[in-house]
């Protein structure tokens, strides 16, 4: 039997790793945490796959200044969890600086018995 409270745990630190690997610009930590597979969707619209996504971070094509996460929720069904939360901060990107405030879903799917990010969506909020 899973212990949902321990996978919940695990993926909020995850979670936790990844921003701060974005961050940093922790090319090789990315690498581990994102699934082959991932579908990056961006608050503007754009869409990354993990070459893309990790290559516009390790050009300095997209910038993390600052960045705060609050995982509001994470919901585990099987070899899949979806993470519900806030994500803000600022943004050097190509096209200038973006201020983010958005309501994001992260999915985790276990590959190989390994939890890796598969899909992003964020949703910029309306104040």
Do not use: C
């Given at each position: ?6 996978v919940e745990q695990a993926i909020r630190s995850l979670e936790d790793r990844r921003y701060a690997a974005m961050l940093s ?77 958005n309501s994001a879903l992260s999915v985790w799917t276990k590959v190989a018995g390994t939890w890796r990010l598969m899909a ?8």
């Amino acid at each position: 039997m899973v212990d949902e409270q321990a996978v919940e745990q695990a993926i909020r630190s995850l979670e936790d790793r990844r921003y701060a690997a974005m961050l940093s610009v922790n090319v090789a930590e990315l690498d581990e945490l994102l699934a082959d597979g991932l579908k990056y969707v961006h608050s503007s619209g754009k869409a990354d796959d993990k070459a893309t996504y990790i290559g516009d971070i390790a050009s300095g094509a997209t910038v993390y200044q600052a960045l705060s996460n609050t995982t509001e929720r994470v919901t585990v069904i099987g070899d899949v969890a979806l993470v519900f939360g806030l994500v803000r901060g600022q943004v050097a990107a190509a096209n200038g600086p973006i201020q983010l405030d958005n309501s994001a879903l992260s999915v985790w799917t276990k590959v190989a018995g390994t939890w890796r990010l598969m899909a992003y969506q964020p949703t910029r909020l309306r104040h």
